[in-house]
């Protein structure tokens, strides 16, 4: 897929980090993008900034991104890119024991539940929407027709402890992209999902020096934190190279989590 000013593209979570890092990026080549988020204020400067629409939306809903897909489509036209970034990162035990009064608690449920529902439903809510669009286009001279893009997580395979329900649903999302690409092989759309390490977002910019540092140098080569710039470079070379599909692939710097 060439990215020009013929194309539209969706960004799920594209008011701040990796989201925001693709927007721009996809912008750059002139494809005409629509920013899917939560943050009305953030996501309206950026998209001023871009030239691009910003939709309100809630992933948890179906009305929402339903409403979302049809002001982006007003805009810009059938989307052929979509690209899911739009999540949330929590950390529990399985059980818990206060360490004052040796009182145990098992998980959450309501936040293993939200936590799934995120990044997993959510997920999978919008790019079957947008799926079912892009197998009513043309198909281009290649014969795809359009290409999504997922994000899990390194932790959907080594996942460290207080993340099993954020292990849970990036690797639901890992699971399914096969799956999905299968499906969708006969209408040429394609399925991808990236997979980052340790990245550089708004939420670890709020942690302090001493602990970045520590987090860059535990990752072998290169030794810094993954960039949104990182993140978008895969999601154009996916987009480039038609001959990648059904592929889950991590952009980690070759890190395997520990435990803890």
Known sequence: MKLDNTIAAVVTGGASGLGEGTARAIAATGAKVAL??????????????IGGVFCQVDVTDDASVAAAFEKARA???QERLTVNCAG???????????????????H??????RTVRVNLFGTFRVLSQSAAGMVTLEPMADGERGLIVN?????AQDGQIGQAAYSASKGG?????L????????EGVRCNTILPGIMWTPMMAGMDQKIQDALAAAIPFPSRLGTPDDYASLVLELARNVYINGECIRLDGAIRLAPR
């Open 151 to 155: 994000t899990a997580s390194v932790a």
């Open 75 to 77: 805009a810009h036209g």
């Open 179 to 186: 799956p999905i690409a299968r499906d969708l092989a006969q």
């Open 173 to 177: 999302v890992y699971a399914m992209t």
């Open 108 to 113: 959450d449920m309501a936040q293993f539940e």
């Open 36 to 49: 899917f988020d939560l943050n009305a204020e953030k996501g309206e400067a950026i998209a001023a900034e």
């Open 88 to 106: 949330i990162a929590t950390g529990q035990k399985t059980v818990s024991r206060k360490k004052d009064t040796g009182e145990i608690k098992a």
